[in-house]
């Protein structure tokens, strides 16, 4: 069991940069694998980033790759989101989720943050 919350989002000027947070609680956070998705209105929700329980693998989508960095912390329980060179398209919702193994459908994610507002203006 885990709880997560996200922090970190705002307003921000194209070019800017953003650091999320997820901080979470709970037993063994270090046992989940962790992802980044993203949610604009009227859309789907995309994945972003995710890494493994050691974060030993890491995988991003192409949209972010270059620009986006996930990290992770086990001994202070938190994910990061380092987003640098921000786009008005990565406006959205961004949220943290926790799984057994890292994936990139939602539904593979068991927890799930309640997201945090990121707007990029141009």
């Known amino acids: 069991q885990v709880q997560l919350e996200e922090s970190g989002g705002g307003l921000v000027q194209a070019g800017g940069s953003l650091r999320l947070s997820c901080a979470a609680s709970?037993?063994?956070?270090?046992?989940?694998?962790m992802a980044w998705f993203r949610q604009a209105p009227g859309k789907e929700r995309d994945f972003v980033a995710a890494?493994?329980?050691?974060?030993?693998?890491?995988t991003y989508a192409d949209s972010v790759k270059g620009r986006f960095t996930i990290s992770r912390d086990n001994a202070k329980n938190t994910v990061y989101l380092q987003m640098n060179s921000l786009k008005p398209e990565d406006t959205a919702v961004y949220y943290c989720?926790?799984?057994?193994?890292?994936?990139?459908?939602?539904?593979?994610?068991?927890?799930w943050g309640q997201g945090t507002q990121v707007t990029v203006s141009s």
């Open positions: 989720a926790a799984a057994t193994i890292w994936g990139r459908q939602p539904s593979m994610y068991n927890y």
């Open positions: 890494t493994s329980r050691s974060a030993m693998m890491i």
């Open positions: 709970g037993r063994a956070f270090s046992n989940y694998a």
